[in-house]
């Protein structure tokens, strides 16, 4: 029998297919710019496979990708996997561990789509349209807010009256969980050395990005907060900003709470700098002389140079800083 594990972005789907008895990887794949004009899917297997097009959303990305392993011989049908295993970002503070998904799991990461609109509602796409197409095979939800859950107190409260945690849990969870511990644990074993004796500064960069400060293996602190808008410069979000901000140009534009929440998630970033939120792109526009292409790229770097060196404070030595994702 065979194990599916699927995780979904803001606007993309990557996925693994591999052996119950061995965990021996059989096919990997990717589907990106999913609601961009033109979408891809590739999948890497024994009979590669790949798809350009329009790809509407994440539902038909997921049958595109169960169209892909099919196609390329990796499966005969669905019934061959026995578990599909799902990344979701937002768990609150109510998932901890890998969950077995039921009723009232998916009513609670639907509850907490408006801590994470970009991804939790991809997530819950994804785990919905797998119980649409084999309704009895069980799946795994893996929370991205999970491994941050060691930070202390001082790193994930925020200075706010208190009664806003203990009413409406109002705290920094940070996300990209399952990369930043899979760095941590890649980093110590490419090292040779126990990764409980290892500071290390992460840097999962994408189309969304986050840094996290580990200690001994454990997450002390992380650069996204209570959603993954906070932080560094990403591909459609603002990352930190002066809160004031929000209220300012609410008042100067009229704009609602509903749009303010568009234009920090899908506006800014890169994006609001020059356009583009495809750093390939934006490279590429750099090199050719393009000013605004150049101010993105040197934003985003600055961001990140400002949370390693705070980080480096925080840790009090750092073995290692090391980058993973799609940049």
């Not at 590669?48 to 990305?61: L, N, Q, R, T, V």
């Not at 990005?209 to 808008?229: C, E, F, N, Q, R």
């Amino acid at each position: 029998m065979k194990v599916l594990v699927i995780n979904s972005g803001s606007s993309s789907i990557k996925y693994k297919l591999f052996l119950m008895e061995d965990l021996k990887e059989l096919a990997s794949g990717l589907i990106e710019r999913i609601g961009e004009q033109e979408g891809v899917c590739k999948l890497k297997a024994a009979t590669p496979f790949e798809f350009k097009g329009f790809i509407a959303d994440h539902g038909k990305g997921f049958e595109l990708m169960i169209q892909s392993l099919v196609s390329s011989g990796a499966i005969a049908s669905l019934a061959e996997v026995a578990a599909f295993g799902h990344r979701v970002v937002h768990g609150g503070e109510h998932f901890h561990l890998p969950t077995l998904v039921n009723d009232k799991v998916l009513k609670t990461i639907e509850e907490l789509i408006p801590l994470a609109p970009l991804h939790n509602p991809a997530n819950l796409a994804g785990i919905q349209t797998a119980l649409a197409h084999a309704p009895k095979t069980p799946n795994v939800a893996v929370f991205d807010t999970a491994f941050h859950q060691s930070m202390p107190k001082h790193a994930y409260l925020y200075a706010l009256p208190r009664e806003l945690y203990e009413k409406y849990s109002i705290r920094r969870y940070g996300f990209h969980g399952t990369s930043h511990r899979y760095i941590a644990k890649e980093a110590a074993k490419f090292l040779g050395k126990r990764l409980e004796g290892l500071n290390i500064i992460s840097l999962h960069l994408g189309n969304g990005d986050s840094a996290a400060a580990i200690h001994k293996g454990m997450s002390v602190d992380t650069s996204m907060g209570m959603t993954p808008l906070e932080g560094l410069i990403m591909g459609s979000r603002s990352g930190d900003v002066d809160p004031e901000i929000i209220f300012y140009l609410m008042r100067k534009t009229g704009k609602s709470a509903e749009e303010m929440d568009n234009l920090l998630n899908k506006e800014s970033g890169l994006k609001g700098i020059c356009g583009d939120n495809d750093m390939r792109v934006i490279i590429n526009r750099a090199e050719s002389g393009d000013e605004l292409a150049q101010l993105a790229l040197d934003m985003f770097i600055y961001r990140v140079k400002k949370y390693i060196g705070a980080y480096s404070a925080i840790l009090g030595y750092v073995d290692c800083v090391v980058f993973a994702g799609g940049i």
